[in-house]
T-cell receptor, first 111, second 113 residues
């Protein structure tokens, strides 16, 4: 768990704004970089993921930016909506290892 | 049809009791997991079970024991419940250990009084 640091712990954004959550890791063996989204009362679900051979991946309003040399990746949510209010987890890992989730980032998007 | 289902959704019990939470997945996955989420949303891996191989997070007390009757089921049994065991427990599955997407159940909220 000490190998992954996610920030901020909590984030409040106005509707229509950009939400940015950052993830720093230490283990250079990681080869898969997903973000999971968890709504209250539900289990986490995969939101978007990236492999280290690309620097950016976009799916609708959600974008992952990946910086291999800095060992960081971030989640950008454009035009944030109240329905995006959830807890977000970065879970970098490689095959054969259990996924460690940590504390996540609680995002609140105000109307 | 729910991919990963857990029962019960809520469980309230007294300290010292023994309880079980059941989990079933219909995805044909080879690996199942149990996670514990505390009140601060910290989600901690407890176990993974892959082709009859159990991997235990070393911080998990031995009062917790997973039991897998077959590949589609991984139940969690807890002995001598303590106040600190109160949490939401999530079952999950994936195609293989640490590979691909993790599919979670909706959680079982355990309250120990």
């Amino acid at each position: 768990q000490q190998q992954v640091k996610q920030s901020p712990q909590s984030l409040i954004v106005q509707k229509g704004g950009i939400s940015i959550i950052n993830c720093a890791y230490e283990n250079t063996a990681f080869d898969y970089f997903p973000w999971y989204q968890q709504f209250p009362g539900k289990g986490p679900a995969l939101l978007i993921a990236i492999r280290p051979d690309v620097s950016e991946k976009k799916e609708g309003r959600f974008t992952i930016s990946f910086n291999k040399s800095a060992k960081q990746f971030s989640l950008h949510i454009m035009d944030s909506q109240p329905g995006d209010s959830a807890t977000y987890f970065c879970v970098p890992h490689n095959a054969g290892n259990m996924l460690t989730f940590g504390g996540g980032t609680r995002l609140m998007v105000k109307p | 049809d729910t991919a990963v289902s857990q029962t019960p959704k809520y469980l309230v019990t007294q300290m010292g009791n023994d309880k079980s939470i059941k989990c079933e997945q219909n995805l044909g996955h080879d690996t199942m997991y149990w996670y514990k989420q505390d009140s601060k949303k910290f989600l901690k891996i407890m176990f993974s079970y892959n082709n009859k191989e159990l991997i235990i997070n070393e911080t998990v007390p031995n009062r917790f024991s997973p039991k897998s009757p077959d590949k589609a089921h991984l139940n969690l049994h807890i002995n001598s419940l303590e106040l600190g065991d109160s949490a939401v427990y999530f079952c999950a599955s994936s195609q293989a250990l640490g590979t691909g997407e993790l599919f979670f159940g909706e959680g079982s909220r355990l309250t120990v009084l």
